[in-house]
């Protein structure tokens, strides 16, 4: 079956310091991923999402990046964190004909 | 883009009460689901619907996609169904998903 893996559970990051959150998929090929933002407990902010191994595509202008290195693995980067970047952030898959999956997800409080 | 509107954005029920929730989005989808957020913010996929009416246990869904909208029915309802459901299309010719505003649900014991 597929699962899907998303760490640390919660994060605490200074202003100006370097971000890295990862998300495994397992038991799948080819998934598309996506990064979401959830702020102050309501509404996804779709950040990226890729179709495939080093394709990335960003739906808003923002201080953060994503990268896909592998065809499972999404990472969502940022070099120097901002108070604004505090969120809840999930990952997610989706393949043809099925339905997104997220995984369990990240809060980050920057302070 | 696509537009998705969810009401109502907040309900309280008494416990064993039904209610239903709707979503309205503004362009043709070819696909939409609902989530179930908990309060400890696992999203939780409930239906996989683009069309027609799907149940499952007290809860079904019923998407009418000529007409833009999509309504999940949740009858006798229990305090575990506290949370925030949403209401997610994918328009048509697209794999981007949008998400509702959510509607926030508290059930009373």
């Known amino acids: 079956s597929q699962t899907i893996h998303q760490w640390p559970a919660t994060l605490v990051q200074p202003v100006g310091s370097p971000l890295s959150l990862e998300c495994t998929v397992e038991?799948?090929?080819?998934?598309?991923l996506y990064w979401y933002r959830q702020a102050a407990g309501r509404g996804l902010q779709l950040l990226f999402y890729s179709v495939g191994i080093g394709q990335i595509s960003s739906e808003v202008p923002q201080n953060l990046s994503a990268s896909r290195p592998q065809d499972r693995q999404f990472i969502l980067s940022s070099k120097k964190l901002l108070l604004s970047d505090s969120g809840f952030y999930l990952c997610a898959w989706t393949s043809f004909n099925y339905g997104y999956t997220f995984g369990s997800g990240t809060r980050l409080t920057v302070v | 883009g696509i537009q998705v509107e969810q009401s109502p954005p907040d309900l309280i029920l008494q416990e064993g009460a039904n209610s239903t929730l709707r979503c309205n989005f503004s362009?043709?989808?070819?696909?939409l689901q609902w989530f179930h957020q908990n309060p400890w913010g696992q999203l939780i996929n409930l239906f996989y619907?683009?069309?027609g009416t799907k149940q499952n246990g007290r809860l079904s869904a019923t998407t009418v996609a000529t007409e833009r909208y999509s309504l999940l029915y949740i009858s006798s309802s229990q305090t575990t169904d506290s949370g925030v459901y949403f209401c997610?299309?994918?328009?048509?010719?697209?794999?981007?998903?949008?998400f509702g505003a959510g509607t926030r649900l508290f059930v009373k014991a």
């Open positions: 619907i683009p069309s």
């Open positions: 362009d043709s989808v070819n696909n």
């Open positions: 038991g799948t090929s080819n998934p598309n």
């Open positions: 997610a299309p994918t328009p048509t010719g697209g794999f981007k998903t949008i």
